[in-house]
C-alpha cells in the first residue's frame, strides 16, 4: 500500500501563490506517477498536473498550463504542486494520487491511491 498525505492549501488572493505538498509514504516502488486533481463544490473531480515518478515528464490541464508547476523530490518522496496566479476558479479541495501503471493519465479512475485533500480558496 501507498499513502499519501497532503499539506500547503489555504486562503489566498487572486493573483497569489501558493505551494502542495505531498508526501509519499509505504510501498513507493508501486509508483509510476503522480497526478494532482481538484474538485470543487458540485463539480466532478478534475485532473490538474501528473509526474512520472523517475522522470521528469510533466502533462498540464489546458486550465493551468503556464501558472502550475508540478515536481518531485525522490529522495523526499514528495511530489509539489506550485500554484502562481490563482484565480477564483482554482477555488477547490486539491488531491494527490498515485498511478501503478504506465502512462502519465487524467481521469480519476486510473489512479490507485488517494490522498485526504486540501483546501485551495483563492478570494477575488
Given at each position: ?9 489555504g ?13 509519499a ?27 512520472k ?8 490541464a ?17 511530489v ?11 477555488t ?33
Amino acid at each position: 500500500q501507498v499513502q499519501l498525505v497532503e499539506s500547503g492549501g489555504g486562503l489566498v488572493q487572486a493573483g497569489g501563490s501558493l505551494r502542495l505538498s505531498c508526501a509519499a509514504s509505504g510501498r513507493t516502488f508501486y509508483i509510476y506517477a503522480m497526478g494532482w486533481f481538484r474538485q470543487a463544490p458540485g463539480k466532478e473531480r478534475e485532473f490538474v498536473a501528473a509526474i512520472k515518478w523517475t522522470t521528469s515528464n510533466t502533462y498540464y490541464a489546458d486550465s493551468v498550463k503556464g501558472r502550475f508547476t508540478i515536481s518531485r523530490d525522490n529522495a523526499e518522496n514528495t511530489v509539489y504542486l506550485q500554484m502562481n496566479s490563482l484565480k477564483p476558479e482554482d477555488t477547490a479541495v486539491y488531491y494527490c494520487a498515485a498511478d501503478r501503471s504506465i502512462g502519465l493519465r487524467t481521469t480519476p479512475e486510473a489512479y490507485d491511491y488517494w490522498g485526504q485533500g486540501t483546501q485551495v480558496t483563492v478570494s477575488s
